[in-house]
């Protein structure tokens, strides 16, 4: 049995803090899917909107999707503002409320593993549900290397652990992957691209510093893959 799921508590974030600022992938992915000809998108974890407004004033036809309330409404007010039309839904990932083949591009950029492995199962089925024949998807997933695997967390699972970190993450379950584990949750697709990267920051708080006063900020996978 899947754990319930949690969102973020969208109403501690502050925008200012970069929850507004599109992740750097996302421009390669706009020029990649635009000269696919891909049209209609799906931002699977919209938060405040950052990735949806940036697709929708890039042309595409943009539907954001997200467990929280707050975090829809948010956005509504952002594309409001922008005058841009956001196809805006509040639901659980684990059942997408879309017809199959509705999209042809998905991003979830650090959303999708804040579940179990069940779970992962489920979310990664009903992408592909949805996606159109040759649709493509972009998925960020934390790694069994980062820090947040290493702590003294409640595990949910072999793969889980319930963060209890304070903050808009606290109690929200976050699945950690190796990359074995990435190539069988995505075993119906066509796996194009598995990035493993470290990420550090000038002011993060996980562990000590290194000579160039760097903290880690965790491991994460990126994984880019296509429906056939």
Do not use: C
């Not at 979830?108 to 489920?122: N, P, W």
């Not at 024949?133 to 960020?140: A, P, Q």
């Amino acid at each position: 049995m899947s754990v319930k799921s949690k969102s973020w508590d969208w109403d501690i974030v502050k925008p200012e803090d970069g929850w507004k600022i599109p992740a750097r992938e996302t421009y390669w992915l706009i020029d990649r899917w635009r000269s696919q000809g891909k049209k209609t998108f799906l931002d699977l974890g919209v938060g405040l909107g950052r990735h949806a407004i940036q697709f929708a004033k890039a042309g595409f036809l943009t539907t954001g999707f997200d467990l929280s309330e707050t975090a829809v409404h948010k956005t509504q007010t952002w594309a409001d503002e922008e005058g841009l039309k956001i196809d805006l839904r509040v639901g659980d990932m684990l059942n997408l409320p879309f017809e199959d083949g509705s999209f042809d591009a998905i991003l979830a950029y650090h959303v999708i593993s804040h579940t179990d492995t069940e779970g992962m199962r489920k979310i990664a089925a009903e992408m592909h549900r949805v996606l159109s024949d040759g649709g493509e998807f972009f998925v960020s997933l934390g790694s069994k290397r980062t820090w947040g695997w290493q702590q003294d967390w409640p595990k949910v699972d072999e793969n889980t652990k319930r963060r209890m970190e304070e903050g808009p993450e606290y109690g929200v379950p976050h699945f950690y992957a190796d990359v074995e584990l990435v190539h069988d949750i995505f075993k119906d697709f066509e796996v194009i691209l598995i990035e493993e990267m470290q990420d550090y920051t000038q002011d993060g708080d996980y562990g000590a510093a290194n000579d160039h006063g760097l903290k880690q900020s965790g491991w994460h996978f990126y994984v880019l893959g296509r429906k056939n």
